[in-house]
């Protein structure tokens, strides 16, 4: 059974790791004019900046009815406690507002560099995840529950994660997916899961520079995430797509670029595919920068994104 609907997210919201770069007085300015611009949820990751759980307290305080959602909080940052109680406290003081996407990456050691820093290993993937939620689930309420509660979403790309999504939780946040992608995940999930999926996006007329920049992203998740390069061969592509940097054909496929039409368009083929909303994450060429002005150049157009 899915977890309730709760508040909606609307068809398109943002994605973006750049909030870590910058004060919290301009995170919180940025907050306040993409909730101004109409998007309806506000997705951030996670790194080795703000915690999950601070951040959201940032982002929430600075906006009043825009939907805050982790993208995701690593479970292996945590201990399922700690995340419980504060996802708790998040839901009480931001009713309805709070959505809690949670993941992590599957490594063989016992550890794993991220930044060169060492992090735990998770294990196996649908297995870890299920005893994670449902030691979060077990954690004593000393406090006033929230209401309504806190949604989750997990971070699902294969079909066991997914199932396991719609089983367990609201749905799922797909990243760094095709819409071939989002066409198989709501097969699998049926019809009534909440299925989030977030798109990276060039907003840029000169292809060639576009194409330089959604290049590099796709070059350094493949590289860096072998869990990415499994799903991508699920989904047919090869070593020639994959082996010695990352071909046109995944590279388009992975990323949209161009003008805002082109980007809308991108985004209606994930909603008319499947999808409940699509946060769109920009790329430019310096990540640390907010994408302050791509955002307000797409929103009048991802306005008319819904189908």
Same mark, same amino acid.
């Given at each position: 059974?899915?977890?309730?609907?709760?508040?909606?997210?609307?068809?398109?919201?943002?994605?973006? /790791?750049?909030?870590?770069? =910058?004060?919290?007085?301009?995170?919180?300015?940025?907050?306040?004019?993409?909730?101004?611009?109409?998007?309806?949820?506000? #997705?951030?990751?996670?790194?080795?900046?703000?915690?999950?759980?601070?951040?959201? #307290?940032?982002?929430?305080?600075?906006?009043?009815?825009?939907?805050?959602?982790?993208?995701?909080?690593?479970?292996? /940052?945590?201990?399922?406690?700690?995340? %419980?109680?504060? %996802?708790?406290?998040?839901?009480?003081? /931001?009713?309805?507002?709070?959505?809690?996407?949670?993941?992590?990456?599957?490594?063989?050691?016992?550890?794993?560099?991220?930044?060169?820093?060492?992090?735990?290993?998770?294990?196996?993937?649908?297995?870890?995840?299920?005893?994670?939620?449902?030691?979060?689930? %077990?954690?004593?309420?000393?406090?006033?529950?929230?209401?309504?509660?806190?949604?989750?979403?997990?971070?699902?790309?294969?079909?066991?994660?997914?199932?396991? %999504?719609?089983?367990?939780?609201?749905?799922?946040?797909?990243?760094?997916?095709?819409?071939?992608?989002?066409?198989?995940?709501?097969?699998?999930?049926?019809?009534?899961?909440?299925?989030?999926?977030?798109?990276?996006?060039?907003?840029?007329?000169?292809?060639?520079?576009?194409? =330089?920049?959604?290049?590099?992203?796709?070059?350094?998740?493949?590289?860096?995430?072998?869990?990415?390069?499994?799903?991508?061969?699920?989904?047919? /592509?090869?070593?020639?797509?994959?082996?010695?940097?990352?071909?046109?054909?995944?590279?388009?496929?992975?990323?949209?670029?161009?003008?805002?039409?082109?980007?809308?368009?991108?985004?209606?083929?994930?909603?008319?595919?499947?999808?409940?909303?699509?946060?769109?994450?920009?790329?430019?060429?310096?990540?640390?920068?907010?994408?302050?002005?791509? #955002?307000?150049?797409?929103?009048?157009?991802?306005?008319?994104?819904?189908?």
């Amino acid at each position: 059974m899915t977890e309730d609907l709760g508040h909606p997210l609307g068809h398109v919201g943002v994605w973006t /790791f750049a909030f870590d770069g =910058q004060p919290s007085s301009r995170v919180r300015e940025a907050a306040a004019e993409i909730e101004e611009l109409g998007y309806g949820a506000i #997705w951030y990751g996670e790194g080795f900046g703000r915690d999950t759980v601070s951040q959201a #307290w940032l982002l929430l305080s600075a906006t009043r009815g825009v939907t805050v959602a982790s993208g995701i909080a690593n479970i292996a /940052f945590r201990d399922p406690i700690a995340l %419980a109680g504060a %996802a708790r406290a998040l839901g009480e003081t /931001f009713p309805g507002r709070y959505l809690l996407g949670l993941g992590g990456h599957r490594v063989d050691d016992t550890t794993h560099l991220l930044d060169g820093y060492p992090v735990p290993s998770l294990g196996r993937a649908v297995s870890t995840m299920g005893a994670y939620l449902a030691a979060m689930d %077990a954690v004593p309420a000393h406090s006033p529950s929230p209401r309504p509660a806190v949604r989750r979403v997990l971070a699902a790309l294969g079909p066991k994660m997914l199932s396991l %999504a719609a089983e367990r939780t609201w749905g799922a946040h797909p990243y760094f997916v095709p819409v071939e992608h989002t066409r198989r995940a709501r097969e699998i999930m049926g019809p009534e899961a909440f299925l989030g999926v977030e798109q990276a996006v060039v907003l840029d007329t000169d292809v060639d520079r576009a194409r =330089q920049v959604a290049a590099a992203h796709v070059a350094g998740y493949v590289s860096a995430a072998p869990h990415q390069e499994a799903n991508m061969r699920r989904l047919g /592509f090869g070593d020639d797509d994959l082996v010695g940097g990352p071909s046109r054909r995944l590279v388009d496929a992975i990323v949209a670029y161009g003008d805002a039409g082109t980007i809308r368009d991108r985004v209606r083929q994930h909603l008319h595919a499947g999808a409940n909303h699509v946060c769109v994450q920009v790329l430019t060429v310096d990540p640390t920068v907010l994408p302050d002005r791509e #955002w307000r150049e797409l929103a009048p157009a991802l306005r008319d994104a819904a189908p």
